[in-house]
């Protein structure tokens, strides 16, 4: 069995910083590409940033390109978030995911392609 867990949500005020970290373990799992999406009340799941293994390679959601970066740690399949100049828009549950199958480009963006995921952590950001 899969887990994955994320940790390092909280009330931040507007233009302040959080980060988000995550965790995938399972006795035999090896990821190929970790994610961050995100759900705001009434609104649909939307890709915020994910992170390929292969190549290091990371993509974006326009609405956070420049202010969010996703990178890895040391440990095997962990990754972190770190938001900066938050934005009240930004309040949501931040999900992190992991899947199994390669993805590059806008491949990552779809949840559908995620096998493994967390269950949740809420971000609000206060204007």
């Known amino acids: 069995q899969v887990h994955v867990v994320e940790s390092g949500g909280g009330l931040v005020q507007a233009g302040g910083s959080l980060r988000l970290s995550c965790a995938a373990s399972?006795?035999?799992?090896?990821?190929?590409?970790m994610g961050w999406f995100r759900q705001a009340p009434g609104k649909e799941r939307e890709f915020v940033a994910a992170l390929s293994w292969s190549g290091g390679s990371t993509y974006y959601a326009d609405s956070v390109k420049g202010r969010f970066t996703i990178s890895r740690a040391n440990a095997k399949n962990t990754v972190y978030l770190q938001m900066n100049s938050l934005k009240p828009e930004d309040t949501a549950v931040y999900y992190c995911?992991?899947?199994?199958?390669?993805?590059?480009?806008?491949?990552?963006?779809?949840?559908?392609?995620?096998?493994?995921w967390g269950q949740g952590t809420q971000v609000t950001v206060s204007s």
């Open positions: 399972g006795r035999t799992f090896s990821s190929s590409a």
């Open positions: 995911a992991a899947r199994r199958d390669y993805c590059s480009g806008y491949g990552c963006h779809d949840h559908g392609g995620y096998d493994y």
